[in-house]
């Protein structure tokens, strides 16, 4: 073997084992290139998991090993959040609106465009009968009335209203009125007006029992009048004329007092403490007996009990006004040969002030309606006995304003006696009783 053989032998076996060093080499890398590819796949198929699972519970914020993953979730929390806050704060202003309907006095129903019923406040139900179980029915199904028929067909935009009764108490009048929210609902709404119906009644009442009240007077006088206008009347005939004008006359004068009085007392406050001053029952009646007197029946009588020591704190024109009435009263529907008794005492810590009569009393149904203006139990022996029909009501509007109420008891045949109590004056009454001791 020549040294060329030999040469090229050393360089084919350097060749190999360098040739199997740089396999090994790439085999290394190519493992690891694998190894890395597996372990990415791995990682993203983990985080994809994670993903995958916090997507089914999006409502917890994100985690930050979600990788590539965590800005979408991240992004997706907060557009939940904020979808979630949106309708948090719509559940919280519907819940508002709804508390606010259900506490309104008045009944609220919304309907739709086919005038069927989407909801209904809980007033609906008091004044209207209308519940949640009516929701989808028509409106004109469930309210009846004439009235309320033509409303729910009226296209009249002035004409949106109706005055009907409850369908739940007849006693009740409801107002009613629609309003266009939009060309899809319409807000029904109905409102209790039973107390303004019964004001204006009570207002058209007055003003006919007030015509009524001064017609006649005026009739007589005006027939007087007249009368004064012939030539013929002489000296004696004329003066009986104008004597005969003093009593329609005076009936008139005393109805406008009473009237005003009437109104002074509805509309002035409750007397403040300057205005009151410590009044004795006993002067007080004293006085009103010397003033009745004149005008009672000689066949009538009056007996007194009044209590020395007991005073109260009052308006005294005011109570001098509502006793004299009472006492009027008395006399007028008392028969001759009647008694009236008067009484002023200590009652349960109270001061009382009673006039009994011995008239043909009142039916207890009449009872309550005698305080009001005009009433009168038996309107043509009033008319015989004088008054104006507005004593009582004066009476109880005097009473009220010293803490006090009118009370009867009354029997039919035997007669009634008119009682109120009022606080006795404690200052008054210590310094009585530190002059007696």
């Known amino acids: 073997?020549?040294?060329?053989?030999?040469?090229?032998?050393?360089?084919?076996?350097?060749?190999?084992?360098?040739?199997?060093?740089?396999?090994?080499?790439?085999?290394?890398?190519?493992?690891?290139?694998?190894?890395?590819?597996?372990?990415?796949?791995?990682?993203?198929?983990?985080?994809?998991?994670?993903?995958?699972?916090?997507?089914?519970?999006?409502?917890?914020?994100?985690?930050?090993?979600?990788?590539?993953?965590?800005?979408?979730?991240?992004?997706?929390?907060?557009?939940?959040?904020?979808?979630?806050?949106?309708?948090?704060?719509?559940?919280?202003?519907?819940?508002?609106?709804?508390?606010?309907?259900?506490?309104?006095?008045?009944?609220?129903?919304?309907?739709?465009?086919?005038?069927?019923?989407?909801?209904?406040?809980?007033?609906?139900?008091?004044?209207?009968?209308?519940?949640?179980?009516?929701?989808?029915?028509?409106?004109?199904?469930?309210?009846?009335?004439?009235?309320?028929?033509?409303?729910?067909?009226?296209?009249?935009?002035?004409?949106?209203?109706?005055?009907?009764?409850?369908?739940?108490?007849?006693?009740?009048?409801?107002?009613?009125?629609?309003?266009?929210?939009?060309?899809?609902e319409t807000m029904l709404m109905a409102r209790d007006v039973s107390d303004m119906s019964r004001l204006l009644a009570v207002r058209q009442d007055f003003i006919a029992n007030v015509s009524h009240e001064l017609r006649t007077p005026l009739t007589v006088l005006i027939g007087y009048i007249e009368s004064l206008h012939s030539d013929e009347l002489d000296r004696r005939t004329l003066l009986e004329v104008v004597q005969r004008l003093d009593a329609p006359a005076q009936r008139m004068k005393s109805l406008v007092e009473d009237l005003l009085t009437l109104t002074r007392l509805e509309s002035s406050p409750a007397p403040d403490l300057s205005s009151l001053s410590n009044i004795d029952g006993q002067s007080l009646i004293s006085a009103i007996i010397e003033e009745v007197q004149p005008f009672a029946s000689t066949s009538h009588r009056i007996t007194v009990d009044a209590s020395t020591d007991v005073v109260v704190r009052g308006v005294h024109v005011e109570l001098y006004s509502a006793f004299l009435n009472l006492v009027s009263n008395a006399l007028r529907y008392s028969p001759d040969g009647g008694e009236v008794a008067i009484k002023w005492y200590r009652h349960d810590g109270s001061a009382r002030f009673s006039v009994q009569d011995e008239g043909v009393g009142i039916e207890p149904q009449f009872l309550p309606r005698i305080t009001e203006r005009f009433y009168r139990v038996d309107p043509a022996s009033s008319r015989v006995t004088g008054g104006t029909g507005l004593g009582l009501a004066i009476v109880k509007h005097v009473l009220k304003r010293h803490q006090s109420s009118l009370q009867v008891q009354s029997k039919l045949g035997q007669g009634s006696t008119f009682y109120c109590d009022l606080p006795i004056n404690r200052i008054e009454e210590e310094n009585l009783e530190h002059e007696t001791s």
């Open 1 to 184: 073997m020549n040294l060329s053989t030999i040469v090229r032998v050393f360089v084919l076996a350097g060749a190999f084992i360098l040739g199997g060093v740089l396999l090994n080499q790439i085999l290394v890398a190519a493992i690891l290139a694998v190894l890395s590819c597996v372990l990415m796949m791995a990682l993203h198929l983990r985080r994809h998991n994670k993903f995958k699972s916090w997507i089914s519970h999006p409502l917890t914020p994100p985690a930050n090993d979600l990788g590539e993953y965590y800005p979408t979730a991240k992004r997706m929390h907060t557009s939940i959040e904020a979808s979630r806050n949106r309708s948090r704060s719509l559940v919280n202003a519907a819940q508002k609106y709804k508390s606010i309907a259900n506490n309104l006095p008045d009944a609220l129903v919304i309907l739709n465009d086919r005038m069927t019923i989407e909801s209904v406040n809980r007033s609906a139900t008091a004044l209207l009968g209308l519940t949640p179980k009516d929701v989808g029915k028509s409106i004109a199904t469930l309210i009846r009335h004439p009235d309320a028929q033509a409303l729910f067909k009226s296209e009249n935009e002035s004409m949106m209203w109706a005055d009907i009764p409850s369908p739940v108490s007849s006693e009740t009048r409801l107002e009613l009125r629609l309003f266009r929210v939009s060309e899809q």
